[in-house]
């Protein structure tokens, strides 16, 4: 429950920023809804949640309350209210360390949270026209949560 709260967290974050831009990277228009087994991450791969379109009810996983049979870090499925413009990405680093970044097309700050610490925080100021948040920089965020979530 813990890693959903960080998601969400991050996702909420993202979605308070200001400016305009393109995507790239993991989030690149598509991400968003996953199933459970065959969708579902593998270990140290980046996913996307939330892809920079409309607002969508993202599932990870499944959704609320599946159950992944073959699990990395996430055990149970659940869902992220993605905002408009907004970019959120995450890895299942290992069976003991998960990260999250986010970012807004429209804003022009980055954020990470891993379960190293359990909180999300700023990053840093992202690179698109105006200081936009691309998927570029989201993915470089999510890099650098990964380095985080490996102190846990």
Do not use: H, W
């Not at 967290?9 to 990277?25: K, M, V």
């Not at 087994?37 to 599932?59: D, H, M, Q, R, Y």
């Not at 992220?80 to 986010?102: D, H």
């Amino acid at each position: 429950m813990k890693m959903k709260n960080i998601l969400t967290a991050t996702a909420l974050l993202a979605g308070f920023s200001l400016s305009g831009a393109a995507f790239a990277a993991a989030c690149d228009g598509t991400g968003g809804a996953q199933t459970a087994g065959s969708a579902a991450p593998t270990a140290g791969a980046e996913t996307c949640v939330c892809n920079g379109g409309t607002a969508i009810k993202s599932t990870v996983n499944g959704g609320s309350g599946a159950i992944v049979t073959t699990p990395v870090f996430i055990r149970t499925g659940f869902d992220v209210q993605c905002s408009a413009n907004t970019l959120v990405s995450y890895n299942e680093v290992s069976t003991n360390a998960f990260a999250t970044a986010g970012g807004s097309v429209k804003g022009n700050q980055s954020f990470i949270g891993s379960s190293n610490g359990g909180s999300v925080a700023t990053d840093q100021k992202c690179t698109g026209t105006n200081s936009a948040c691309t998927g570029s920089d989201i993915t470089g965020a999510l890099g650098r949560a990964v380095t985080a979530a490996s102190g846990s």
